[in-house]
């Protein structure tokens, strides 16, 4: 949403300003020096970027359009899926969880959770420490340390996807340099015209730099900053199973454990204490 009102702010004032000054908008319509940039900028990123980052970043666009996938009740489906996990493993022992993890399709507990068993990423990433825990792992700074290896190896993924973007972003104004060249260079070639005809070809070849700097920090710029801002948001996620699952293996009761991983939400889809509290009281027995 804020996308778009962004970007309806950003051409919208350069394009009303430029016809407020008397600008005509048919000016700017170069379609070639258009294709010189556009085409440029794909074909160094395809040089500068494996397939992986290619298609994770053919994929992003609709990050930037939705934000953050996670919202507050996200949260609080997440933290009733721990809670329901962590009751299980203090009445029963970590053996119980076994025929959960192998199998979380066919699951008791993440069956009542929809959201959760639909996010795959989310549910394996889960299920691989909760395995961890049924094949005897209790110490609990040893598995936070893979735990957190694996989300930093997460995090860079998502990293060069967002630099990639940015690196495209920052490489728009030299080519539109280069467009503005090509473009007096083809001016140079019809010299003899007359005035009119030569300025008209040369606020064309102006175009090209005028278009660069505008994509550049108008709109590929602020995605990349965009696309950072909700990786890093949905990065939480999985912090939060971290956290919930070292707390538990720390000894801690489900609604300490649970209340551990709920500190280090950002407050704009925290749920409170009370909201936590009402939700895990409705839960239906194992």
């Known amino acids: 949403m804020f996308f778009i009102i962004g970007f309806v702010v950003v051409f919208g004032s350069v394009a009303g300003g430029y016809v407020a000054l008397g600008g005509h908008l048919d000016v700017l319509w170069q379609p070639f020096e258009f294709v010189i940039i556009g085409g440029s900028a794909i074909g160094q990123l395809l040089i500068a970027s494996p397939k992986k980052v290619?298609?994770?970043?053919?994929?992003?666009?609709?990050?930037?359009?939705?934000?953050?996938?996670?919202?507050?009740?996200?949260?609080?489906?997440?933290?009733?899926?721990?809670?329901?996990?962590?009751?299980?493993?203090?009445?029963?022992?970590?053996?119980?969880?076994?025929?959960?993890?192998?199998?979380?399709?066919?699951?008791?507990?993440?069956?009542?959770?929809?959201?959760?068993?639909?996010?795959?990423?989310?549910?394996?990433?889960?299920?691989?420490?909760?395995?961890?825990?049924?094949?005897?792992?209790?110490?609990?700074?040893?598995?936070?340390?893979?735990?957190?290896?694996?989300?930093?190896?997460?995090?860079?993924?998502?990293?060069?996807?967002?630099?990639?973007?940015?690196?495209?972003?920052?490489?728009?104004?030299?080519?539109?340099?280069?467009?503005?060249?090509?473009?007096?260079?083809?001016?140079?070639g019809s010299i003899t015209e007359p005035p009119e005809v030569l300025g008209h070809l040369i606020g064309g070849a102006l175009v090209g730099t005028f278009f660069g700097i505008l994509i550049s920090y108008g709109l590929v710029g602020p995605m990349a900053k965009s696309l950072e801002a909700v990786f890093a948001a949905d990065s939480k996620y999985l912090e939060c199973i971290k956290t919930g699952i070292v707390a538990h293996m720390q000894g801690y009761a489900p609604q300490v454990s649970i209340e551990f991983a709920r500190k280090i939400l950002g407050s704009d889809v925290r749920p409170s204490f009370a909201e936590l509290e009402e939700q895990i009281q409705n839960i239906p027995a194992d």
Request: contains cysteine; negative net charge; aromatic residues 8%.
């Open 54 to 188: 290619i298609g994770g970043l053919a994929g992003s666009f609709g990050k930037i359009l939705k934000g953050a996938k996670y919202k507050k009740e996200s949260y609080l489906e997440l933290l009733s899926v721990l809670y329901s996990v962590f009751r299980l493993a203090k009445s029963k022992g970590d053996l119980a969880l076994e025929t959960h993890v192998e199998k979380p399709e066919e699951s008791t507990i993440f069956s009542k959770f929809p959201d959760f068993s639909s996010d795959h990423h989310a549910v394996e990433f889960l299920c691989d420490y909760l395995r961890l825990l049924t094949l005897g792992a209790s110490t609990s700074h040893e598995v936070e340390a893979v735990m957190e290896q694996e989300l930093e190896t997460h995090h860079n993924e998502d990293h060069d996807i967002a630099h990639a973007m940015g690196n495209m972003g920052e490489a728009f104004p030299a080519l539109g340099i280069v467009a503005a060249v090509l473009g007096v260079i083809h001016t140079m």
